[in-house]
């Protein structure tokens, strides 16, 4: 039985009320190295963004050592952020019912679930962010190298560096965003973050928001019995 | 053999500020001053690169005043020694050898490059430390080491490739020529200035050097020099370093001094509307979360659901 988005670690407990394990101790603890650091990134990045935002370099103490540590922290990232892709990116490929799900998307803020397709481990929205996050943390490591001028500045030309440096504070507003909307999905959408924390969500949660993941739970569970 | 640095006192420069103030300041890095208070006379320094004999006695007299040390490099066989700016040349002599096409004779063109002292900076527009690059009344911008953070923007903001980042320094800053702002405030002339043996670079208010220039071009203009012009460029609001050059009209022959500099659409783009969009967009995203939430109230799990996962799970029938 090979469902094609249950990752590994998924598993059904029937009980009452039922339990899906949805997040191994493996994907749970990198996604949160990497949600820290993203978050470090943004304060860190914005300080040097704005000048009305440039008193948050104060948290990781003072201006220079902000300059210093954003770009290590980057590098962090880069790697957590590089697991997590290879966790999730099978799950998160393209089908069908994405298209139609997105096409509803005012069914879906406006929670009627019962005009929705039934998606499996990834709705639409998660796999855009995925997809972003995966396509705005190249650009950001990329650009950020061309800014990284303590160790690579012999490395561009100034021309380089100006481009690169408006493409890195775009692609920084649109990962911010991005987060913005993960972060409230994840709030709204109530039994979502323990997920992330216990590693494991409601049947009830599984079989409102994710029904096609749950049944191919159920029946790899029933095939494998 | 005496060593020298403990024979001769320390440089007067050490510990010493500049002797300007806040009421001084028309622009300040990353925030917002209140108009000066008193408004310094402009001053400039003008350089006549037709009367420049490439000695470097200005070169010598920056590090000399500036207290400078740079390590010793490699002649490569060529006069422009040292190669370029440093963290610690705050001015080189940039040579080229140039066949006039009218003439066809060889002309050796010989530039002090160095900060150009931009009325309009960019530098101080891409600077993210509130602070650490200062315009005085008087025209000089000048960076201030306690404030720098080190991060290379300025760089980035500059049209005329002058900052340099003293990136082998355990607490790297950037560094450029300062006008000798400590030496002006006490009333007297840049020391590169000082020190030209054919006075080709002089000091003084920007409308004397205007002047003076004149002269120098009419002069120029009669012994054939029909484009000897003065460089003050527009596109950067004028500088507070200019340039009596013989063939005004192309300014790039003399190293690369760019026609008509001005401050990159690529830095205004991202020190202007990229950091407004920016700042709204995020805050659009965040309040949108807030109203959705406030009118939509969560996204709840109803008992019927956890029913469903049951009934489909097998859980009930036990």
């Known amino acids: 039985m090979t469902a094609y988005d249950v990752e590994p670690g998924d598993s059904v407990h029937p009980g009452d009320p039922v339990e899906v394990d949805r997040y191994t101790g493996g994907a749970r603890i990198n996604h949160w190295i990497t949600a820290i650091s993203l978050v470090l990134l943004a304060l860190s990045g914005l300080a040097l963004f704005h000048p009305d935002l440039f008193f948050l370099t104060a948290l990781f103490g003072g201006g220079e050592n902000t300059r210093m540590i954003h770009p290590w922290i980057g590098v962090v990232l880069f790697f957590s952020f590089f697991g997590l892709f290879f966790r999730f990116w099978r799950a998160n490929l393209w089908v069908s019912e994405d298209g139609t799900w997105l096409a509803r998307l005012s069914d879906v803020l406006g929670k009627r679930e019962d005009r929705l ?69 994840a709030i709204w959408v109530r039994g979502t973050i323990g997920a992330m924390t216990k590693g494991r969500v409601t049947g009830g949660w599984a079989w409102r928001h994710h029904r096609k993941w749950l049944r191919e739970l159920v029946t790899g569970r029933r095939a494998d019995a | 053999m005496a060593n020298f640095e403990f024979v001769l006192p320390p440089a007067p420069t050490k510990d010493v500020k500049p002797a300007y103030g806040q009421e001084d300041l028309v622009r300040r890095s990353a925030s917002t001053v209140s108009p000066p208070a ?9 350089i006549d690169v037709s009367k420049c004999i490439g000695c470097k006695a200005c070169e010598v007299a920056c590090l000399e005043w500036n207290d400078l040390h740079q390590e010793i490099g490699i002649n490569r066989g060529v006069y422009d ?80 490739n002058i900052p340099r980042i003293s990136v082998n320094d355990a607490s790297p800053k950037a560094y450029k020529c300062t006008l000798c702002s400590d030496r002006v405030a006490v009333g007297q002339g840049p020391a590169c200035a000082k020190a030209c043996p054919t006075h080709a670079i002089v000091f003084g208010t920007k409308e004397e050097m205007k002047q003076h220039a004149e002269g120098r071009i009419k002069d120029l203009k009669s012994r054939g020099f029909a484009n000897a012009g003065l460089y003050d460029p527009p596109g950067v609001g004028g500088t507070h370093v200019m340039y009596v050059l013989h063939h005004a009209d192309q300014p790039e022959i003399y190293a690369n001094l760019p026609k008509d500099p001005q401050i990159s659409p690529i830095v205004s783009l991202w020190k202007g509307a990229t950091k407004y969009v920016g700042l709204a967009a995020m805050g659009l995203f965040a309040a949108i979360g807030v109203v959705h939430h406030l009118v939509e109230g969560p996204n709840r799990v109803s008992s019927e659901d956890e029913e469903n996962a049951k009934r489909l799970t097998g859980s009930t029938r036990t």
Request: glycine residues 8%.
């Open chain 1, 117 to 185: 397709p039934e998606v499996g481990k990834y709705n639409a929205g998660q796999k855009a962010v995925f997809w972003l996050m995966t396509i705005l943390i190249l650009v950001l490591i990329v650009t950020g190298f061309g800014i990284w001028d303590q160790y690579f500045s012999a490395y561009t030309g100034i021309d380089t560096k100006r481009i690169a440096v408006l493409i890195h504070s775009m692609a920084a507003v649109t990962i911010i965003c991005v987060w913005i909307v993960h972060v409230y999905a």
């Open chain 2, 38 to 46: 008193r408004q310094l006379t402009p001053v400039a320094k003008l």
């Open chain 2, 81 to 160: 020694n040292p190669p370029d700016m440093t963290p610690n040349i705050f001015t080189v002599m940039r040579f080229t050898e140039w066949v006039n096409p009218e003439t066809k004779n060889l002309e050796w063109l010989i530039r002090k490059d160095g900060c150009m002292h931009c009325e309009d900076p960019g530098c101080l527009k891409a600077c993210p430390a509130p602070g650490a690059i200062v315009q005085y009344s008087n025209g000089i911008v000048d960076f201030d080491h306690d404030k720098c953070i080190g991060c290379g923007y300025c760089v980035k903001g500059c049209p005329f």
